[in-house]
């Protein structure tokens, strides 16, 4: 048994002098920012959790991404010591591999830790990661950027493309619907900062006020994941338009499949309570799946003379083609109202609280 005892000791301290023989660990590196790229799918590719790459990068939910942009990909994270770990240890809480980890801080198979000390720990294990802290802003605000107008563009294709209202940018800009942008005008672009909101535990959604930040946190264009609150089923989502709530649909006929199941087969305006997951962030909703006011077989945005759910003739508010579904469904949040009447309909109201453990 001793014999065992110490071949195995001996086999754990060969693999970890090979790690001190490892190269300088970078502390960080730089991503190009590429065309279609989000936060969350940069992430993927570097393998670093969206949290700490977006911190690190000092965005917010609202920052917009540039096409050759750099960003920082940082390398580690930060580990405060606790009584009785060793370097092998902490390599086993966070599944890294203690030649990487040991390289990274400088260490050997002969370093010893200190309750209290604060230890680098690279990216890429199997653990858990903890996130950044929160942001300390308690309540949204606006920064703004600039945009240099190119040929082709409009208003509604610039509000479109920051995922803002034409009328918010025409009054960022002291401008009316009559007015045209000019090829090299520089267009002010408000950018919404949304903190993050604490919520009862971890299976509920962030409870963000339609007016003021949901509708920013998740953008016109943004595709997003929803998830059933009951059942914990999913599927991916386009918010196409609405500016009451948001107007959304459903990517492909199979994710419609998967919402009609949810739905008991078919689609239907009975109101589910929700979760929209979306760059990283989890925020309490509740939907329907009835679409309507859209035409699958005729261009959007153009007049058609049927549009889906007795709408009859009107702007075709159906973007994405062959996904199973005419025209749009509606998905609300806290205190977002009707299109038609513009109120705020209390059966998903109940739902948004349900799903944001608040009810």
């Not at 990909?73 to 966070?94: A, D, I, M, N, R």
């Not at 309750?115 to 653990?127: E, R, Y």
């Amino acid at each position: 048994m001793l014999f065992k005892k110490l071949l195995i000791s001996g086999i754990l301290c060969t693999s970890i002098i090979i790690g001190s023989t490892t190269g300088i660990y970078a502390l960080s590196t730089t991503y190009t920012v590429q065309n279609g790229d989000t936060y969350w799918k940069i992430s993927q590719k570097v393998n670093v959790p969206i949290t700490n790459l977006m911190a690190a990068n000092n965005a917010t939910q609202s920052t917009v991404l540039n096409i050759g942009q750099k960003l920082v990909v940082p390398q580690y994270f930060t580990h405060t010591v606790v009584y009785g770990e060793s370097y092998w240890k902490v390599s086993l809480k966070y599944g890294v591999n203690i030649n990487n980890l040991l390289a990274l801080n400088g260490a050997n198979a002969n370093s010893y830790l200190n309750v209290g000390q604060i230890i680098k720990v690279p990216f890429g294990g199997t653990g858990t990661v903890p996130a950044p802290a929160p942001s300390t802003d308690t309540k949204p605000y606006i920064t703004y950027k600039n945009y240099t107008v190119v040929k082709g563009d409009t208003y509604w294709s610039i509000s479109n493309k920051f995922g803002i209202t034409l009328a918010e940018l025409l009054k960022a800009n002291n401008k009316s619907q009559s007015d045209w942008p000019n090829i090299g005008d520089i267009v002010k672009i408000p950018v919404h900062n949304v903190p993050i909101k604490s919520t009862p535990g971890p299976q509920y959604g962030e409870a963000l006020d339609w007016w003021t930040e949901a509708q920013y946190v998740i953008p016109i264009g943004a595709n997003f994941e929803v998830v059933d609150f009951k059942t914990g089923k999913s599927f991916s989502v386009r918010r196409t338009t609405g500016a009451n709530h948001a107007d959304s649909e459903t990517l492909t006929a199979e994710d419609t499949k998967i919402m009609k199941e949810i739905w008991g087969g078919s689609f239907s305006w009975t109101k589910r309570p929700v979760l929209i997951k979306y760059n990283g962030r989890k925020i309490a909703a509740s939907m329907s799946s009835m679409p309507h006011a859209g035409n699958d077989n005729a261009a959007a945005g153009v007049w058609t003379s049927w549009r889906s759910g007795d709408y009859g003739a009107g702007p075709n508010y159906d973007w994405i083609k062959n996904n199973g579904i005419d025209g749009h469904f509606d998905i609300h949040f806290l205190n977002s109202t009707r299109h038609n009447d513009g109120a705020v309909d209390a059966g998903h109201q109940a739902n948004v609280k349900t799903s944001a453990g608040l009810k």
